[in-house]
């Protein structure tokens, strides 16, 4: 008899938390078990998450070590500052996998700057694709999921920093849709808002995900790389493209630097550089658990120009969490995620 | 050796075509053959849809019944009036699902009014859930794929139709993303005139799919219902929302309306009535095979009020036909279908 | 020296308020005197609506009868249930101008079925394009300004109703971006949930726009009017877009149709007749202070269809909010209003 | 008896002309002429520009010297390469205001090298704001108004340029909305592409305004300036948002940053520098004629970062159009221009 992999959702009525779930619902190996929320505890799931029909009539639970326990696998969806103190109550043998960024960063003093609260500790990151990172992520129990931001950008750029084919200076821009910001009520995130309108904001170096993007840059560089981060938000619920240049490190030719892509993310399931002169629309990877790229060099500006699409939901978060879940677990890495994106 | 079931789809470049493969690609018994095209045949797939990253390789040949020959099923997503003769030719043992319109229409009449040229021919009804249909679809080598606002249309009133619950008299006012007029280069498909803008269009009884709709409520109701229909087009790529209202008949409850429904719908996968209260929105079906209703009654103004949810290209289109094609082929109905949307 | 109209506006940091101001400040007369607000009061206008450049930096102070005091108008942008105690500390001399609900119904006993508190009172209502009510604005200093359904409905259906082309058994499914919703935090109203997604709401004879629409379509129908109304929420900051159907009574032919509204809109300066063909649509209105109608006869379905667009915030509120306090004072009733719309 | 400047519009059914049209409604001064187009002449304004209401009724004219003849001012808003040929048969004094690209490039090899024809001269360019070009706009009879991006660029980084403040090489990515590559039938321009999905296009140094940028730039820092410059599509009609960013020069301190903008800004009627910590949206500036600008000083990144908001259609068009007709022909330069959008 299959009794699958006993899996919890902590988090389970915000966005992150619906991806998780969508994704588990086709995944062949996950039993979906408890579903936690924070105030909608008490209610039905169907209220917040009506597109999942077959999850729609069970109840959330409080987000409690006990409502998690007895699980073999636990999602962890929940706001910054939560994550740490409950991990420490979940079993050192149960997997748990942090959507939030609790576990994400190497130096407290990164997290302390950013954050303003005692750092809780570095976990394995959940990027496989980074150079280094699939094989810490075999067999661990605890999985820091990557920032949305930081995915883009790290997949993005590592290939041209790792080659050296560009100065340690990097300038991103990226366009992300609301769901990035989560179901918080904020003014700005109100639909008369976004709509029609294009916005900056945390710009000028002040955003969260700045330190994660240096921490793996840096590592795939082999140096110190500075990170200039504006991002914006655009009307649309999903997705994210991120635009990364940095300098062309002399003697580098647009041939030189496309091949650097193609070794870089050859046998990657889900990195993929698009043919030459195709630039990624985040529609490409809607849904999908997939990073798709285009790099060129401006030859007039002197730098490498690289264009990033990805769904900040499911391999920016959720598909990433479960890839990861799925390589600490022995299982096929690509087992329930797509490459197949929902478009238009 | 599993070969899978060998599949060509002609029109493989547009909308309707894109999500046939969409679905094909996740599912386990179909196994993806020719993809054809017209004036986009000699290009890659990928340079149409590459959110279909695993298929973005393939070359589109021509749509001719030599290219489609040689497949156990054919799916057509072609304008309307190609599919019938393209159909003749191609054998009679070749499951053949029709996602135009071509053979959706019993009435030669009909046909001619709102299309002005010959009939092709009627065939069997890809709807399963309406009555009698299902039993229809077991076996046949033909199926006219419903058009989407009377799949949405036609799921929404046929419950309280069928049980004299409400006058043959149906009002209908849907809105629908712009996926629904398909990927022809129309000035009022621009981006720039459909976003920020909400329009109306074919009103006063000109819409195509008006005869179909009163095709199939006539057929559930057992007497000629007439509708009335606005269809409008909304700033959302996919998705159709269907408000349909009829007089109430003497005596219907609220009570008596819903039990209705709930009959109607029970045992069937991808019809939902949403809990009381809960009024449909298209971003519980996108991407799912469902269409999620909600039914009242409005005492004041003595009308039953039924609004309905679907993905025009999901079980609008592409899903819809696929379940046909698991029905024709005796296989588990439900196969490579979810219930699941993708959200937000 | 031009003293101007010294014009107060309560309620300064909100959707309504804000397009007041929008119009204000192009209108010749008024003199913008004290901005107020709710929880927002201490802080500067460019926080919440940093598009009025040039009143960016006034503070907002609180909404008292005493910070609204001095003024030859003030205008009332207020959730409903504000107006009345408020208004009744103002000058009997001085223009009051309710942008909200509460004065709105005639009948008290429709005002507590559908707001569940006592009634403020029925004050001259803002929309002089229905009959007889043009008159009745002309130096009034109290003016109800229609809900912006309301105001789309009752200009689309009364030619019909008031030259007894119809049946006064109207069905009305309208479609509205979210600011008709105010800035009010609600989930629903998040950029994430709304984009990519149409969605029913006060469905089935619930919304508080209901009454005020029969009030106004009985009267100009000489009769009881019947209204089922189901509102919807589409992906757009701006605009409704109504469509109303009725019975036509034997002998309405589609010419005898149209004659009636070029009659009844003629010399209308913000109600347009859209030329046969051509169906609205809310971009052809945005910002501007016009309805623009089509109107056809469905003969096979027996049906009057009427749709019409207009800007919820201007012609649907602020705009005629501000045309009636022309009315009012004597001004030329167009004067600082504009038929011209910001398209695409 | 009040003449007014007869006034002609070539392109009139197009966005840009649309735009200029929408102006020239509002403006005291202009009297409006001929309206041209092309495959469109013949029609009715109203079946392109149905917002524009009071012009709706005016028949389309063949763009010819012939028809545009007679004009005090010429607005030509045609697809490049079109305005030399015809502004060479217009009279000298007529005041030709050419929105097109043809004759904004001083040096003919970057014409050639982008736009791969002769390059037809080059104009008075309309940006007043840019040091010293107020001057050359009075008493001009020809104006090359600016692209959009460029005007977003320019006003964006002059100020730190001008005062040494940022080196010579700049990084920008721009998100722009559809309208601002036209009315054209361009299948990634269709609502079911655009809407839900960003993407970068002509990256890598390939867009036609990178050379204008430079021209403008390098005249503000008297040095050679680079740009390395990346546009997006994002899913909104109008409006640009640039983020623009460069090595600050040493020394360089958030207050001596802000400094330069408050003292380049200065007695601008157009620009504005918003308040520290808000950063500038699109919807800011839908319909008006300003360019809203926040700067900061990354000072981990050692990088000045400056993002600009700007209506592509308003003052990246037709309203930087209108304002240096106004210049020319010696009207007040803010006249029949607001600063007041159009949001939510």
């Known amino acids: 008899m299959d009794m699958g992999i006993r899996t919890a959702v902590a988090g389970a009525s915000g966005y992150a938390g619906g991806e998780v779930l969508r994704i588990l619902a086709g995944h062949p190996e996950f039993e979906i078990g408890a579903l936690t929320a924070g105030s909608n505890a008490g209610t039905a799931l169907g209220a917040h998450q009506p597109h999942l029909r077959s999850l729609a009539g069970r109840v959330l639970e409080e987000t409690t070590p006990g409502t998690l326990?007895?699980?073999?696998?636990?999602?962890l969806a929940l706001p910054h500052g939560r994550s740490g103190p409950l991990a420490e109550q979940l079993g050192e043998d149960v997997l748990v996998i942090d959507c939030g960024a609790d576990h994400r960063?190497?130096?407290?003093?990164?997290?302390?700057?950013?954050?303003?609260?005692?750092?809780?500790?570095?976990?394995?990151?959940?990027?496989?694709?980074?150079?280094g990172q699939r094989d810490a992520l075999?067999?661990?129990?605890?999985?820091?999921?990557?920032?949305?931001?930081?995915?883009?950008?790290?997949?993005?750029?590592?290939?041209?920093?790792?080659?050296?084919?560009?100065?340690?200076?990097?300038?991103?821009?990226?366009?992300?849709?609301?769901?990035?910001?989560?179901?918080?009520?904020?003014?700005?995130?109100l639909g008369s808002e976004v709509m029609g309108s294009v916005s900056a904001y945390a710009a000028g170096?002040?955003?969260?995900?700045?330190?994660?993007?240096?921490?793996?840059?840096?590592?795939?560089a082999g140096e110190r790389v500075s990170v200039s981060f504006t991002p914006t938000l655009v009307p649309m619920s999903r997705g994210i493209l991120a635009t990364c240049t940095a300098k062309a490190r002399p003697g580098v030719t647009a041939a030189s630097l496309r091949a650097a892509y193609e070794q870089a993310y050859a046998g990657e399931p889900f990195l993929g550089l698009l043919p030459e002169g195709q630039w990624p629309a985040t529609s490409m990877t809607l849904g999908a658990n997939t990073v798709l790229v285009q790099v060129a060099l401006d030859e007039a500006a002197g730098r490498v120009v690289v264009v990033a699409a990805v769904d900040n939901l499911t391999k920016g978060t959720a598909g990433g969490a479960v890839q990861s879940a799925n390589l600490a677990l022995g299982l096929p890495e690509e087992l329930g995620l797509t490459t197949i994106g929902v478009s238009p």
Not at 69 to 75: I, L
Not at 142 to 170: K, Q
Not at 211 to 217: A, C, T, V
């Open 138 to 189: 075999r067999s661990t129990r605890r999985v820091a999921v990557p920032g949305c931001y930081p995915t883009a950008v790290s997949l993005a750029m590592f290939p041209a920093l790792a080659a050296g084919l560009a100065e340690p200076d990097v300038v991103v821009v990226a366009a992300s849709g609301t769901s990035g910001a989560g179901r918080a009520l904020k003014p700005h995130l």
């Open 205 to 220: 170096g002040t955003h969260r995900h700045t330190p994660e993007m240096i921490q793996n840059l840096s590592a795939a």
């Open 105 to 131: 960063l190497a130096d407290p003093g990164d997290w302390e700057r950013f954050y303003g609260t005692p750092h809780a500790g570095t976990w394995p990151y959940g990027l496989p694709e980074l150079p």
């Open 69 to 75: 326990s007895g699980h073999d696998v636990v999602f």
